[in-house]
């Protein structure tokens, strides 16, 4: 029976055991740490995409998102504490729904990892060919080679995101052959990333006119299920630019007095960055104007549509914010403060391929987990003799990725990304609620405040999310959902080492842990699994 197959959470915890992980970080330490994994791509990119879709209610769009966040982290730190191995949302649904479940949470888990890497590279692409080429070399790279077809809609000259491809296909060359970047590489990447945001709102904020911020809410708070727009729609989308705050709930085995630290951590950097976002977009709506190209039915034109690309070459809207590729850097050269606008387009330049990397690294890991629980081909994660990588794995997906990024615009990519991280932040939140009811004396390091009330409202606000994205992205899930019942009914189901009776669990040991990154391994952590002895 497929939902009997539960692997057993006494065989992950023992080897979560060996660990020993020393416990080092404070309040502070995981509130800037959660602030650095935060920043990074929503802001930089889906500025333009959000006021397409609400208008100068994306303020008020950010707002939601961090609220659905904030219980969402809550109940990941939780089952993190406990469970503290590889596989993500993955591992915890396999160890208390069992394996169909947690295959359909990996399986969507590999589109978020993907497809959000796909939407970096794109946002990379616009902020590359608006501050390098454009306004530094002077180079206008023709439209066909800077936006897909399906980024135009079909709009005369586009062909294929040509930077877009080569950063996906460049940084998965990098972790075929084994790179990685360092903590101190990280912590110059995350100063350069806030110091720009903090110069974009010292300046924008004095040059604000009240009279861009009527409407506030054009498309109103709900555009309506399924139709992407209003407040709650963007709120679908720019989700996108919190994903990240998982990494604060990892570090709970790391963090001393975690029934305190975790939760002012959590909390206090999506409230930090929330209100910086808030304030973000007052910035860039408030200076020069954020709202929507509406249709002819009152309606906003989908971002990335046709329609969109057709009224931005129109004259009148050159300018407007919402048809930027590059919104911050866009906002300040409009304002009169070209060089620093460049400075902000040459911030986001070094910072975005970081989160590619993170991104494509992540996909891989949840590919190797899942073949390592014979639930796909352990060829694909055959491991290089040389660099000591999963490349055929990692080959493969960069390949999906350059494609989808050479294609597809910003905000559909992230649309479809969020689909995926919704479905899991809601399996996380029924794992933590089963959990409490079927084993409640197990040791909790961290334990969810009033559970009762924070498990319902993760999953109403995931699946509140979900709802309000655009019905394109909505179907996008259930559809690849159905190709991965195929290949486990056809593969996985029969492959299984769990249904073949091999309770096996292969978290590398912790080595040369750098005390800069919390949890980070400096020893690659994709070395071949070490079978026990009589295996």
Same mark, same amino acid.
């Given at each position: 029976?497929?939902?009997?197959?539960?692997?057993?959470?006494?065989?992950?915890?023992?080897t979560?055991?060996?660990?020993?992980?020393?416990?080092?970080?404070?309040?502070?330490q995981?509130?800037?740490?959660?602030?650095?994994?935060?920043?990074?791509?929503?802001?930089?990119?889906?500025?333009? +995409?959000?006021?397409?879709?609400?208008?100068?209610?994306?303020?008020?769009?950010?707002?939601?998102?961090?609220?659905?966040?904030?219980?969402?982290?809550?109940?990941?730190a939780?089952?993190a504490?406990?469970?503290?191995?590889?596989?993500?949302?993955y591992?915890?649904?396999?160890?208390?729904?069992?394996?169909?479940?947690?295959?359909?949470?990996?399986?969507?888990?590999?589109?978020?990892?993907?497809?959000?890497a $796909?939407?970096? $590279?794109?946002?990379?692409s616009?902020?590359?060919?608006?501050?390098?080429?454009n306004?530094?070399?002077?180079?206008?790279?023709?439209?066909?080679?800077?936006?897909?077809?399906? +980024?135009?809609?079909?709009a005369?000259?586009?062909?294929?995101?040509?930077?877009?491809m080569i950063?996906?296909?460049?940084?998965?060359?990098?972790?075929?052959?084994?790179?990685?970047?360092?903590?101190?590489?990280?912590?110059?990447?995350?100063?350069?990333?806030?110091?720009?945001?903090?110069?974009?709102i010292?300046l924008?904020?004095?040059?604000? @006119?009240?009279?861009?911020f009527?409407?506030?809410?054009?498309?109103?708070?709900?555009?309506?299920?399924g139709?992407?727009?209003?407040?709650?729609?963007?709120?679908?989308?720019?989700?996108?630019?919190?994903?990240?705050? @998982?990494?604060?709930?990892?570090?709970?085995?790391e963090?001393?007095?975690?029934?305190?630290n975790?939760p002012?951590?959590?909390?206090? $950097?999506?409230?930090?960055?929330?209100?910086?976002?808030v304030?973000?977009?007052?910035?860039?709506?408030?200076?020069?104007?954020?709202?929507?190209i509406?249709?002819?039915?009152?309606i906003?034109? #989908? +971002?990335?549509?046709?329609?969109?690309?057709?009224?931005?070459a129109?004259?009148?809207?050159?300018?407007?914010?919402?048809?930027?590729?590059?919104?911050?850097?866009?906002?300040?050269?409009?304002?009169?403060?070209?060089?620093?606008?460049?400075?902000?387009?040459?911030?986001a330049?070094?910072?975005?391929?970081?989160?590619i990397?993170?991104?494509?690294?992540?996909?891989?890991?949840?590919?190797?987990?899942?073949?390592?629980?014979?639930?796909?081909?352990?060829?694909? $994660?055959?491991?290089?003799?040389?660099?000591?990588?999963?490349?055929?794995?990692?080959?493969?997906?960069?390949?999906?990725?350059?494609? +989808?990024?050479?294609?597809?615009?910003?905000?559909?990519?992230?649309?479809?990304?969020?689909?995926?991280?919704?479905?899991?932040?809601?399996?996380?939140?029924?794992?933590?609620?089963?959990?409490?009811?079927?084993? #409640?004396?197990?040791?909790?390091?961290?334990?969810?405040?009033?559970?009762?009330?924070?498990g319902?409202?993760?999953?109403?606000?995931?699946?509140?999310?979900?709802?309000?994205?655009?019905?394109?992205?909505?179907?996008?899930?259930p559809?690849?959902?159905?190709?991965g019942?195929?290949?486990?009914?056809?593969?996985?189901?029969?492959?299984?080492?769990?249904?073949?009776?091999?309770i096996?669990v292969?978290?590398?040991?912790?080595? @040369?842990?750098?005390?800069d990154?919390?949890?980070?391994?400096t020893?690659?952590?994709?070395?071949? #699994?070490?079978?026990?002895?009589?295996?």
């Open positions: 029976m497929i939902f009997g197959r539960v692997k057993p959470l006494d065989a992950i915890l023992a979560a055991e060996k660990k020993s992980l020393h416990r080092s970080l404070g309040a502070v995981l509130t800037l740490f959660g602030i650095g994994c935060i920043i990074g791509t929503g802001i930089f990119v889906l500025t333009a +995409a959000g006021a397409q879709k609400a208008g100068p209610g994306l303020m008020l769009a950010f707002v939601i998102a961090g609220l659905v966040c904030v219980v969402a982290a809550l109940c990941y939780e089952i504490a406990m469970v503290p191995v590889a596989g993500s949302a591992t915890y649904t396999y160890s208390v729904m069992g394996e169909f479940l947690a295959w359909t949470v990996g399986w969507a888990l590999v589109l978020e990892y993907a497809i959000a $796909s939407a970096v $590279s794109v946002g990379w616009g902020y590359f060919t608006g501050t390098i080429l306004e530094t070399f002077g180079i206008a790279l023709p439209a066909w080679l800077s936006a897909g077809p399906l +980024a135009l809609g079909g005369p000259g586009g062909f294929i995101n040509l930077p877009a950063i996906a296909l460049l940084i998965t060359w990098l972790l075929m052959v084994g790179t990685t970047e360092s903590a101190r590489v990280n912590a110059v990447l995350v100063t350069i990333k806030v110091a720009a945001l903090t110069v974009f010292a924008t904020l004095p040059r604000i @006119d009240g009279g861009n009527s409407p506030f809410l054009p498309a109103g708070t709900f555009g309506g299920f139709t992407g727009v209003g407040a709650v729609g963007a709120a679908a989308t720019i989700f996108f630019a919190y994903v990240g705050f @998982d990494a604060v709930s990892t570090a709970a085995e963090t001393k007095n975690p029934q305190r975790v002012i951590g959590l909390i206090g $950097s999506l409230g930090f960055c929330t209100i910086f976002y304030l973000v977009a007052a910035g860039a709506i408030g200076t020069i104007g954020g709202q929507p509406m249709g002819p039915n009152g906003p034109f #989908p +971002a990335g549509s046709e329609e969109l690309a057709r009224q931005c129109m004259p009148q809207y050159a300018e407007a914010l919402v048809c930027s590729n590059e919104a911050l850097a866009h906002v300040l050269r409009t304002i009169g403060f070209g060089p620093i606008g460049d400075a902000v387009g040459y911030a330049i070094l910072a975005l391929p970081s989160v990397l993170i991104l494509l690294f992540g996909q891989t890991r949840i590919f190797f987990v899942m073949s390592r629980d014979g639930l796909l081909p352990e060829k694909l $994660s055959t491991v290089h003799p040389k660099w000591r990588t999963p490349y055929v794995v990692t080959a493969i997906t960069g390949g999906v990725v350059a494609v +989808a990024a050479a294609f597809f615009p910003v905000g559909q990519l992230a649309d479809i990304a969020n689909a995926g991280t919704l479905y899991a932040f809601f399996m996380v939140a029924i794992a933590v609620m089963l959990l409490r009811r079927r084993d #409640p004396a197990r040791e909790r390091r961290f334990r969810v405040p009033l559970l009762w009330l924070v319902p409202l993760t999953i109403g606000g995931t699946l509140f999310l979900f709802l309000n994205l655009p019905t394109e992205a909505m179907l996008v899930l559809i690849w959902s159905v190709v019942f195929l290949i486990y009914f056809g593969y996985s189901y029969r492959n299984s080492h769990l249904g073949r009776g091999l096996e292969h978290e590398p040991e912790i080595h @040369d842990v750098d005390p990154i919390p949890g980070l391994d020893r690659d952590p994709l070395d071949p #699994p070490r079978r026990p002895p009589g295996v």
